[in-house]
């Protein structure tokens, strides 16, 4: 079972931050084999989402929440991740509700979108959105951006 923690930059503690950075490293940078900047400057300005296995109080899930007009016009879903050693248990649906309907009750009455890998566009059609750019590069990988509309 996980424990969400939703909360702005500012009142995370320092082991949470070192938590998620620590897990978004794992997966994004040496998991994909992807060289860049991971820690950028929406992070201070997020909402993270962090799902803690309460029986091992480890960081099983993340992503973060972009308020709109910062990345894109929309609220944005981002480095959304299931560490290692909790895939293939369902976490990430889990992770995809629990955002949606956090960013849901932040930003009422806003469509969602995110700069999405293509290798996971199905993944995000199971949630309501819909792919409304054209592939392109980001880091070396295939992305594309996707919407989900509001309500």
């Not at 978004?24 to 940078?29: A, I």
């Not at 799902?51 to 990345?71: M, N, Q, T």
């Not at 976490?91 to 290798?119: C, D, K, S």
Request: aromatic share 12%; charged share 20%.
């Amino acid at each position: 079972m996980l424990t969400w923690q939703w909360a702005p930059f500012a009142a995370l503690q320092g082991a949470d931050v070192y938590a998620f950075l620590a897990a978004r490293s794992e997966v994004f940078v040496m998991e994909q084999s992807c060289a860049f900047m991971d820690a950028d400057d929406f992070d201070q300005q997020a909402w993270h989402l962090l799902g803690w296995d309460d029986s091992k109080a480890r960081l099983a899930a993340y992503c973060r929440v972009i308020a709109p007009g910062i990345k894109y016009a929309e609220p944005s879903i981002g480095r959304v991740l299931t560490t290692r050693n909790y895939r293939s248990k369902g976490l990430g649906r889990m992770l995809m509700a629990e955002a949606i309907a956090r960013t849901g009750v932040l930003h009422p009455g806003h469509a969602i979108r995110i700069g999405a890998q293509q290798r996971l566009e199905k993944f995000y059609r199971e949630f309501g959105f819909n792919t409304v750019s054209e592939v392109y590069i980001e880091d070396g990988i295939p992305h594309l951006e996707m919407l989900r509309t509001a309500g």
